[in-house]
């Protein structure tokens, strides 16, 4: 008898178990925001020892000391943003570059911000080998934005800030969203800031716990 063969993890089915016990079980409704979710292979932008638990039912350790959201998390951000195809996006926080796929697939345009470079780097090297080449990088300071490419129709935010970010106020365009957790732990809270005639409207959505936003408008280092 031939010896035990090595069988890879059917990562495809647990995405999509995934997709129908974690993300429309909780209410995550949006058809496109579903579908990309069948679609980016989570385990991509994890270590390869953490890869078998890439669909599991919670965030992940990443590189130097980040983290990769929940997929429920990463659903639910993305969903309340409410992206269109001629969208462009601001994403404060590139990370692993899991949820920038996200939003490349659903917008136009994709720029993100990360502080850390080398976090960056792969990212870049993660997106490229899926083809996307609808984004475009940045290191830097992420709560000073994008001032020569604002105003953006939808910014996502993916580290918790003291407080709505002002300048990433200021980039927002009429009638664009931006989704951001506010707070200090344990008291952090997903917030959609809707902006219209130059008037914001901040929606609490879900308690939630994320590394803090680092940089001149957000925590001290």
Known sequence: MQADTFLAPDFRTRRHRMVLEQLEARGISSVRVLEVMREV??????????????YDDRALPSDL???????FIVALMTEALAI??????????????????ILAKLSRQ??????????????RQRLVALGLQNVSFRVGDGTLGWPEAAPFDR???????????????D??????????????????RLTLVERFRGKTIERP????RFVRLIGAEGFAE
């Open 41 to 54: 292979e989570r385990e991509r932008f994890v270590s390869a020892n953490l890869a078998d638990e890439a």
């Open 171 to 188: 980039q927002l365009a009429n009638g664009g969203r931006m989704v951001l957790p506010v707070g200090e732990e344990p008291a952090q």
């Open 110 to 123: 994709v720029f993100t911000i990360e502080r850390l470079e080398e976090l960056s780097t792969t990212a």
């Open 205 to 208: 959505l879900v308690g939630v």
């Open 84 to 101: 269109e195809p001629c969208n462009r996006v601001l994403e404060i926080g590139t990370g692993t570059g899991y949820q920038t796929a």
């Open 155 to 169: 910014i996502l935010v993916t580290a918790a800030a003291p407080q709505i970010v002002p300048t990433l106020l």
């Open 65 to 71: 000391g980040q983290t990769i959201s929940q997929p």
